[in-house]
């Protein structure tokens, strides 16, 4: 079992940077898939960025991320990071930390684990 914790959100303008970071107690964690979503108000909760099992592993974004976050991960120190550059209003959003007992997802369904999520807000 994973139980993983979300920290790093905050306020930011636009423009700027952030860095969420996610911890993961468990010593399995190497073999889960870790993946960031995030639930903006009014809207469902989407996928954002995930990684492989492997540090330095497979990595894949939205759309609408790519090119400006990177998502990575430690697993000496069980833990994910998802660095955030070049925020926009419309990134704001409550981000949650999720783990998937598979190598690989991108649907959410397909994650066991998730954050209580941290809250992020890009002022224009």
């Known amino acids: 079992q994973v139980q993983v914790a979300e920290s790093g959100g905050g306020l930011v303008q636009a423009g700027g940077s952030l860095r969420l970071s996610c911890a993961a107690s468990?010593?399995?964690?190497?073999?889960?898939?870790m993946g960031w979503f995030r639930q903006a108000p009014g809207k469902e909760r989407e996928f954002v960025a995930v990684?492989?099992?492997?540090?330095?592993?497979?990595?894949d974004y939205a759309i609408a991320v790519k090119d400006r976050f990177t998502i990575s991960r430690d697993n000496a120190k069980n833990t994910v990071y998802l660095q955030m550059n070049s925020l926009k209003p419309e990134d704001t959003a409550v981000y949650y930390c999720?783990?998937?007992?598979?190598?690989?997802?991108?649907?959410?369904?397909?994650?066991?684990?998730w954050g209580q999520g941290t809250q992020v807000t890009v002022s224009s």
């Open positions: 999720a783990a998937a007992g598979r190598p690989w997802s991108t649907t959410q369904d397909e994650y066991d684990y």
């Open positions: 468990g010593r399995t964690f190497s073999h889960y898939a």
């Open positions: 990684i492989s099992w492997m540090s330095g592993g497979r990595t």
